[in-house]
């Protein structure tokens, strides 16, 4: 899951960047190099590590690939960091990874190089729409997305078994969809009983819901835009327009301040979740319910066996929307865009679709469970294993992959846009536990006011 990448200084380096010379690429004739955030002995640096040595034995004619794992400190600062080193010395790599969200920034700052003209017929296609576009700024194709990701909800099974028949009944099918009316709902009635149960499975009872906002209390921002964009696109509206840039009149739209009231409903007292939830809530039974990134289901069959969960759907904010609304999306690989030499370039992409076609989307997801973005791909998700937890959440998960998921949205400020609403909006209601649409409005407008003084440099 992303972390904020450390972003400003980029921004600053490129318009020197711009003005020097443009052929800036620095690798020599004979050899592609590729940066990735990917620590060598994570099973995701050895993937694209076994996928470079193969291409190098299938292709012994052709320009070598070296890949060089950079591995992330903290928010990313330590792969940040080198790479806008090499931006500044004119000395970018030939491939390098980038989160999703962040690949507007780099071309608004002529960075990235486009991919259009240059791949094989329909490989762009292959991707799945999500991805698609997450890669594409002012309709011109940048990032292949390598891998996807998903949320859904999830429910401890031995507390909600424990429930009397009609609140079990709120509950849907996993291949039901449902509203978030319908969550806060359930999420009341489960407080209400675990208030008066002696039931075990409530005996470690802190809250119904856990929503990891101290994450963001820690400054990992993109954790609540990620998992609660979705309220917002899911009534029809967005933090941001479709320009990337305009604010104002979206994110404090009315159907803005009526699906984050909702949200709010969260914290009316008694409350249901809190701003400061124990690490690892969900997992270690403190909570009956989860907004859950699709990295716990490895986390919870693997590290906490006998917690029993169960998943459904991410749910509808209104029940008679049909667009995309659940949240997706993760790092893709990307080219620099300071190479002219148009023999290059083609090389360049030919090992970019050999990192990123129907086979290496399917290994990735058996070698790191990373969601695959080829569509082709997406049938390599195991839902029929010894695990029926692991089933249901995947079978779920898959769903949204094929049908509702949508990518964040494309702005060359994201990365302050993110950290504004989760820090600025989504926690603050809940540290506040504002639940009125008045004071979630005010909100809203004083976000907007921040991110339009940021935005003036975007905005022409």
Request: charged share 25%; net charge negative.
């Amino acid at each position: 899951m992303k972390k904020l990448m450390l972003f400003v200084s980029i921004l600053v380096l490129s318009l020197s960047l711009v003005a020097c010379s443009s052929n800036g690429a620095s690798s020599s004739d004979d050899k592609i190099v590729i940066w990735t955030q990917a620590a060598a002995d994570h099973p995701e640096g050895k993937m694209f590590a076994d996928r470079v040595k193969r291409y190098n034995e299938e292709h012994p004619d052709k320009p070598q690939v070296e890949i060089q794992n950079i591995t992330r400190a903290g928010a990313g600062s330590g792969y940040i960091d080198k790479l806008n080193a090499a931006i500044t010395a004119n000395d970018m790599p030939d491939i390098f990874t980038l989160d999703g969200p962040d690949i507007a920034a780099y071309v608004d700052s002529g960075l990235l190089g486009e991919l259009d003209g240059y791949m094989s017929e329909g490989f762009k296609e292959g991707f799945t729409e999500a991805i698609i576009d997450q890669g594409t700024v002012d309709g011109k194709f940048y990032g292949m997305g390598y891998s996807d990701s998903g949320v859904a909800i999830m429910y401890n099974e031995d507390m909600i078994n424990a429930l009397p028949e009609d609140v079990k009944a709120l509950i849907p099918a996993s291949d039901q969809d449902w509203t978030w009316d319908q969550f806060v709902e359930l999420a009341r009635k489960v407080d209400e009983f675990a208030k008066t149960s002696n039931d075990p499975a409530f005996e470690g009872y802190e809250s119904a819901v856990s929503l990891l906002l101290p994450d963001i209390t820690a400054g990992a921002y993109e954790t609540g835009t990620y998992y609660f964009t979705p309220l917002l696109w899911g009534n029809d509206t967005n933090i941001v327009g479709e320009d990337g840039v305009t604010v104002d009149g979206v994110l404090n739209s009315d159907k803005s301040v009526e699906a984050l009231t909702k949200y709010a409903q969260l914290f009316a007292d008694p409350q249901l979740a809190s701003a400061t939830e124990s690490e690892k809530a969900f997992h270690s039974g403190k909570t009956a319910l989860s907004v859950s990134g699709f990295w716990y289901v490895s986390e919870l069959t693997s590290n906490y066996p006998n917690l029993k969960f169960k998943t459904v759907r991410y749910p509808k904010m209104n029940e008679n929307y049909d667009g995309l609304y659940t949240p997706s999306g993760s790092w893709a690989f990307v080219r620099n865009g300071q190479e002219e030499d148009e023999d290059r370039i083609k090389q360049v992409v030919e090992v970019m679709e050999w990192l990123n076609n129907d086979e290496a989307s399917e290994e990735y997801y058996l070698a790191n469970g990373s969601i695959p973005t080829r569509v082709n791909s997406i049938d390599a998700i195991d839902t029929n294993t010894d695990n029926p937890y692991h089933n249901e959440a995947w079978s779920v998960l898959k769903y949204q992959v094929e049908n509702t998921n949508k990518s964040r949205p494309v702005s060359p400020g994201y990365p302050y846009l993110s950290e504004t609403f989760a820090k600025d909006v989504i926690l603050k209601i809940g540290q506040n536990k504002a639940t009125d649409e008045a004071t979630i409005k005010q909100y809203l407008d004083d976000a907007v006011k921040k991110i339009n003084l940021e935005f003036e440099k975007y905005q022409k």
